[in-house]
Each structure stands twice: as structure tokens, then as C-alpha cells.
């Protein structure tokens, strides 16, 4: 139960500042596909070199261990992935 609420404040954050940086906005999500904003990607980017920074500083530290991922799991989530990008980048066509 922990892990949820850890999990549920950590989400709400992130939206948080998703909302405040103003990146829930139409016009910069569409602009991203147009090549002419890069605000989300920058942010986006900045909150995985932070994440991934996080995480392998508490694996060094012997804190967390992880998982072995299944090499289904990596080709689902590719495939899955080219599918959400597929329909994001046609709806905001």
C-alpha cells in the first residue's frame, strides 16, 4: 500500500508540472509534430535523465535491484509504442 501512495504523489507531481510548464496545451502538443516547439521533448527528457539518474544511483547504492525484463516485454512495448505514436501523430494531423 505504501508503494501506491509513494507511486500516486510522485504521478500527481509530475502532472503537476506538466500543467504549470503549460505542455497540456493543444497548440504545443501539435507543434511537436510539427517540429516547430520542442518544449514537451525538452521536458520530457529532462524528467527521463533525472529519472534514469535517480534509479542507477540507488541501484549503486545497493537500495533497489532490477528486474530481468523478458525479451517479449521489450518487443511488445516497441510495437505498442509505434502504434501510440502512430495515433497521436494522426489525430493531431
Keep these: 500500500m505504501t ?3 509513494i507511486a500516486l ?26 517540429l516547430t516547439d520542442f518544449a514537451v521533448l525538452k521536458f520530457m527528457m529532462t524528467a527521463l ?3 534514469m539518474t535517480g534509479l542507477y544511483s ?3 547504492m545497493g537500495v ?5 525484463v523478458p525479451a517479449t516485454y521489450i518487443a ?10 502512430f495515433g497521436m501523430a494522426i ?3
Design 3 to 5: 508503494n501506491f501512495i
Design 9 to 34: 504523489i510522485l504521478g500527481l507531481f509530475f502532472g503537476l508540472t506538466l500543467q504549470k510548464a503549460g505542455l497540456t496545451k493543444y497548440h504545443k502538443i501539435v507543434n511537436v509534430f510539427r
Design 49 to 51: 535523465i533525472v529519472s
Design 58 to 60: 540507488l541501484k549503486w
Design 64 to 68: 533497489i535491484t532490477f528486474p530481468n
Design 76 to 85: 511488445g512495448n516497441l510495437v505498442g509504442g509505434l502504434i501510440f505514436g
Design 91 to 93: 489525430s493531431g494531423y
